[in-house]
Structures are given as C-alpha cells and as structure tokens.
C-alpha cells in the first residue's frame, strides 16, 4: 500500500536559517512526489514535484527538494526561511502505472513549519 | 499556473438540509476532478474522484447517497452534501488535473468552509 510519512507536526525556524521538512514514502514502482503549501483557510498551492531526472528539484518561492531513492525520501528545504513562509506543508505521492491509481495523491498528515523573527 | 475556484467559500446551513458545493477549472479542461474533506490541523482525505460524463468513484468509506457528485461539463464538478448533520461540518476542497500542466499536476480550489448547525 502506499502511504506518506511527515514525522514531525510542527518545524521552528528563525528567520534567515536553513529550513528542511521531512517526508519519506512507501510505494511500489517509482513515485511521482509532490510538495504543496497550505495557509490559514485555503486551499493548497503547489510548490515543486519529482517525476524523473536530476534528484534535486527546484520549485517556488525558493524551494528545493531532494529526490532520496535508497532513503525513500523528498524532503522540502529553502537556504533561508522567511517569516512569511509559515503555513502547513503536505508531501503528497502518486504511484505508478497510473491505470490502476485514478490519479489519486496520497497525502502526508502535514507539518507546520513556523518562522520566527 | 492553473485556476480552481470553488464557490461558495463558506455556507452555514441547518440540520437536514443539503448543500451544494461547485468547482470549477477556470483555464483548462479538466475530465477528471477530485473531493477531499478537510478537518482542523489534518491532512486531507480524499472523498471521490469525479469523471467527466461517467459516475465518480467514491472512496471506501464514503456515503455515496450522502455526498452526490455530479461532473456535467469539463469545467465543472458539484459536492452536494445532502440531509446535512453536524458531523459534517468540514473543510471541503476541490482539485483538477490540468493534462497541459505537465505530469499529473493537481491544481486544488480555494476551499469551502461548511457548518452544520
């Protein structure tokens, strides 16, 4: 079954300081992973996604993630967080062939990430 | 990117009554959209997926006489909620998959906000 892991509920980060939030995952095949970003009473928006090549992909608002095959993970980092990068992050899987998925995204329970002045 | 939007971004609504929920693609076509259901500081739990011109396929667990899908056109799918109770009372959010977007991107509504009273 495929499932997605984010281990930790909440990231603290000061303002200025690397930031990197975690998610491994468990499919079979390889994975088509995305990340997206929710604010307070929104909907989500998407960031970046992996569905082959280089391992590190580059996204929005400056974000990268790093594609871990023998990890099974694609964690979410930026070089220097932003107090306005607050919000709630989910790492979200799509496995493969598609034929037999619906398209469906199996998400992640969520981190908050908080960035402090 | 691509544009969801959902209307209405809120409802208050009475015991027993049925509401509906509308999402629209407003740049793409989208043949296939889903539903996620949404409670306070958790992840989103994918109800259905709606497919233009054919039934939807509702995940296990999921009511299909209490929460009717109905994807009339390539830019429009409706959640109607029917005989609401409080327990449902939720987040509700919409995603389309934009074929043009490159591989299997979901673009998700802004969301719609439901209380039961």
């Known amino acids: 079954a495929q499932s997605v892991a984010q281990p930790e509920d909440q990231v603290n980060v000061a303002e200025g300081n690397p930031l990197t939030v975690k998610c491994t995952y468990s499919?079979?095949?390889?994975?088509?992973l995305f990340w997206y970003v929710q604010y307070p009473n929104r909907g989500l928006q998407f960031l970046l996604k992996?569905?082959?090549?280089?391992?590190l992909v580059k996204g929005s608002y400056g974000f990268e993630a790093e594609f871990n095959k023998s990890q099974t993970s694609f964690h979410l980092k930026k070089p220097s967080a932003l107090v306005s990068d607050s919000a709630l992050y989910f790492c979200a899987v799509r496995g493969r062939p598609f034929y037999n998925q619906g398209g469906k995204l199996i998400f992640g329970q969520g981190t908050e990430l908080s960035v402090k002045p | 990117g691509a544009v969801v939007s959902q209307h209405p971004s809120r409802v208050i609504c009475k015991s027993g009554t049925s509401v509906k929920i509308e999402c629209r693609s407003l740049d793409f076509q989208a043949t296939t959209m889903f539903w996620y259901r949404q409670f306070p500081k958790q992840s989103l739990m994918l109800m259905a997926t709606s497919n233009e011109g054919s039934k939807a396929t509702y995940e296990q667990g999921v009511e299909k006489d209490k929460f009717l899908i109905n994807h009339a056109s390539l830019t429009l799918s409706t959640l109607t909620v029917t005989s609401a109770h409080p327990e449902d009372s939720s987040f509700y959010i919409c995603s389309a998959r934009d074929p043009g977007g490159g591989v299997e991107t979901q673009y998700f509504g802004p969301g719609t906000r439901l209380l039961v009273l």
């Open positions: 499919v079979s095949g390889n994975p088509y």
């Open positions: 992996y569905i082959t090549g280089d391992n």
